[in-house]
């Protein structure tokens, strides 16, 4: 069986910047996990990896939660542009 999972904060967007969505993704094995959010809305994403990676029910782990989190950390040290 095949899990996606995603989340998309974008509609629920209070803070940065209206309508840039931005995404981070995981391939793993069979599975991908793609996670769609606003500008602004980090933390809920973060809280999402740490959701997934205490479900024992997912093949998602520690280690793919902390990948993640540095593609995100990422964007905020890149120069605008790119």
């Known amino acids: 069986m095949r899990k996606n999972a995603?989340?998309?904060a974008a509609a629920r967007s209070?803070?940065?910047?209206?309508?840039?969505?931005?995404?981070?993704s995981l391939g793993k094995g069979n599975h991908?996990?793609?996670?769609?959010?606003?500008a602004g809305r980090e933390e809920d994403v973060l809280n999402a990896?740490?959701?997934?990676?205490?479900?024992?029910?997912?093949?998602f782990d520690?280690?793919?939660?902390?990948?993640l989190?540095?593609?995100m950390g990422r964007r905020f040290q890149m120069p605008r542009g790119r």
Request: glycine share 4%; no cysteine; aromatic share 20%.
């Open 6 to 8: 995603t989340t998309n």
């Open 14 to 24: 209070r803070t940065g910047t209206p309508g840039l969505v931005r995404q981070v």
């Open 32 to 38: 991908r996990y793609v996670f769609r959010y606003a």
């Open 49 to 59: 990896f740490t959701e997934l990676a205490s479900n024992t029910e997912w093949e």
């Open 62 to 67: 520690w280690f793919d939660a902390a990948t």
């Open 69 to 71: 989190a540095y593609q």
